[in-house]
């Protein structure tokens, strides 16, 4: 071979080798139940820069009766999907690598009956300690004599350990200083507790219990799309149940500080009858509940059906009950 044919032929297998970088992505749609749906929209997203989005490239298809469609592309930053279809909720999946095929399932959930909730977003303080207060899910707050609820949905209960300081000595003395000087600038009185909640080292644990019986937490699990705009299934379950749920979190250390985002459904406000319940509220919390050891804090988002034993939890975002809240929530 000579020096020219040589010299093309690498050019030709090198363009070869560029083309054969693409990603080629592969996408199966499943309703719920892992039935495949037909029609539904798959933007997959070849991403080239990821705060300009320039060089983006967008590349449509339409799943088939099977629930697939096929694309290839090539994303120099990452690679997204999206699907949609009318009458369903979208759904797409968090930033994937370049420079690899994919083969994804991915579930999307058909828009139903969205109605009217009471919706709100938590960042809670606990009154008290190592003893448990009732909050009411319809009011929004601690029950008497700590706020305003009227009903105890269920109780939390924390007990925070402090485990001392990351520093000692006279860097420790040297930070409190700083503290008090901080302090002293803004008129406002220093304390040493004050001064352990922010800088100290804490663990927490938390004990959430419905007080009713038959009520109780459902863990979603594997149900819980947290990519979804309808992140759990439409309705709470009947049965499973369970009536006390522990939780942990820390300010150092990270196996007891993650907070996994999920999704709970909850059965409160029971009414039984000869061993069957006769009447009950249901509720559902998604995204995790956070614990703030450090501030002996409880955040959380939480939908709330106030309609005795309607188990629906999908919510209409443009029927929020609860006007005391100006975020804008998905369903």
């Known amino acids: 071979m000579n020096m020219t044919n040589r010299t093309l032929f690498l050019l030709l297998f090198s363009l070869g080798a560029v083309v054969a970088c693409g990603e080629n992505v592969e996408v199966t749609v499943t309703n719920d139940s892992g039935d495949p749906v037909e029609g539904s929209i798959v933007d997959v997203w070849y991403l080239g820069h990821l705060e300009s989005g320039k060089d983006d490239v967008k590349k449509t298809g339409f799943t088939n009766s099977s629930g697939k469609v096929k694309k290839s592309g090539v994303g120099k930053n990452s690679i997204r999907v999206v699907v949609s279809k009318a009458g369903w909720y979208r759904t797409e999946t968090e930033r994937l690598s370049p ?173 039984m009858r000869d061993g069957e319940i006769v009447r009950a509220n249901y509720a559902k919390i998604v995204g995790g509940i956070k614990i703030q050891a450090g501030h002996a804090k409880v955040q959380f988002v939480y939908y709330f059906n106030p309609t005795p034993n309607n188990r ?18 998905p369903p």
């Open 99 to 271: 420079g690899k095929d994919y083969q994804i399932e991915m579930a999307i959930r058909e828009r139903r009956i969205p109605i009217p909730l009471v919706v709100r977003e938590m960042d809670l303080v606990m009154p008290e300690e190592n003893i448990p207060i009732g909050f009411d899910l319809e009011v929004g707050d601690w029950t008497a004599p700590y706020g305003k609820g009227k009903v105890a949905d269920f109780t939390f209960e924390m007990r925070r350990e402090f485990k001392g300081y990351d520093l000692a000595g006279k860097a420790l003395e040297d930070r409190i200083q700083r503290s008090k000087k901080r302090y002293a600038a803004t008129n406002r009185n220093w304390t040493l507790k004050e001064f352990q909640n922010r800088a100290g080292k804490w663990d927490a644990n938390v004990t959430m219990r419905i007080l009713t019986e038959g009520g109780g937490f459902y863990d979603v699990e594997d149900a819980y799309l947290p990519n979804s705009e309808l992140s759990m299934p439409h309705e709470a379950p009947e049965d499973g149940y369970e009536r006390v749920l522990e939780l942990e979190g820390s300010t150092y250390s990270q196996a007891r500080a993650f907070a996994r985002e999920t999704g709970r459904f909850l059965r409160t406000r029971v009414q």
């Open 312 to 329: 629906n939890l999908e919510f209409d975002p443009d029927s929020n009950l609860a006007d005391d809240q100006s975020r804008h929530f």
